[in-house]
């Protein structure tokens, strides 16, 4: 969906939903700017607008005093509220939902592993990236169900899309946020990208898969610094669940180790005190 607005009496646009709330988010509009869009009869303040419905959080009205004297009421948008910024996520918050679903991922798949009994295997390893690749199909099914994941859902994070968004589009934005916003959790690149993604996020208040996809994050209330004090000891859990997991596997890896780097296999071995 497109979206048009009036600038100094002037038709601009036009400019997708994403790019329209990085503006707002950078100053360049404001929610009082008149705006149009494919199904509005007039042109209305962007916070009317239904494809921006929300975004704009509306705030209490400030209370009238006797002092104040009672301003008429416009016989247009009677019900508009004066709206706060941009609901977008800070981005630590993406970056603390983005860790908790890594945590929550990599102890659900070994898990699983342990319970099955499988044998060892590289790959079965959170330190290699094909370990990583079923992450971005059960993401986009979480997206697609339930509009969120467990890690957006603890720090208060929701997705949106104007129109509704299918599988494949969720898909396409999990498959984005792997490559471009993880490095596809390849040692070298993984920092790389996460730092570039940051500093867009923190500039813009989007990242490049969401204006690509059209699938953009909202910020709900949240417990505030509860929700980062119950996080800590949550990660500490899985971490201690992952290593508890992968036990039955530490002869092979030691193994695996020694003919890769026998002098840090050696030094394991010592901590181990074998």
């Known amino acids: 969906m497109y979206i048009y607005w009036l600038e100094n009496q002037r038709r ?10 990085s503006k707002l988010h950078l100053g360049e509009l404001t929610w009082d700017t008149l705006g149009w869009h494919s199904g509005c009869q007039e042109w209305l303040p962007l916070r009317c607008l239904p494809a921006l419905a929300d975004y704009a959080e509306p705030s209490t009205p400030p209370t009238k005093t006797e002092e104040e004297p009672l301003q008429p009421k416009p016989k247009l948008h009677e019900a508009s509220l ?24 990599a102890t659900l798949v070994l898990g699983v592993a342990y319970a099955l009994g499988l044998p060892f295997h590289p790959y079965l390893l959170p330190g290699h990236p094909l370990f990583w690749v079923g992450m971005p ?15 957006k859902r603890w720090v208060g994070i929701r997705v949106t899309c104007a129109g509704g968004a ?35 996020v923190r500039r813009r208040g989007l990242a490049r898969w969401d204006t690509l996809s059209g699938v953009i994050p909202v910020a709900l209330p949240t417990a505030g610094l509860a929700t980062v004090v119950f996080m800590i000891p949550f990660i500490l859990l899985c971490m201690h669940l992952c290593s508890y997991f992968v036990f039955p596997w530490l002869p092979d890896m030691i193994q695996l180790m020694q003919e890769q780097n026998p002098q840090a296999a050696e030094f394991i071995q010592r901590l181990m005190g074998n």
């Open 12 to 21: 601009c646009g036009p400019a997708t939903v994403p790019d329209v709330l």
């Open 82 to 105: 004066p709206v706060q910024p941009v609901r977008l996520p800070t981005p630590m918050a993406r970056f603390a939902a983005r860790v908790m679903d890594c945590t929550i991922y």
């Open 137 to 151: 199909v059960l993401e986009a099914l979480l997206l697609r169900i339930w509009r969120t994941t467990p890690g």
């Open 166 to 200: 299918g599988y494949l589009t969720m898909l396409g934005r999990s498959l984005c946020v792997f490559v471009f916003g993880m490095g596809c959790m390849l040692p070298l690149f993984m920092p790389i990208m996460c730092f570039f993604s940051y500093i867009n």
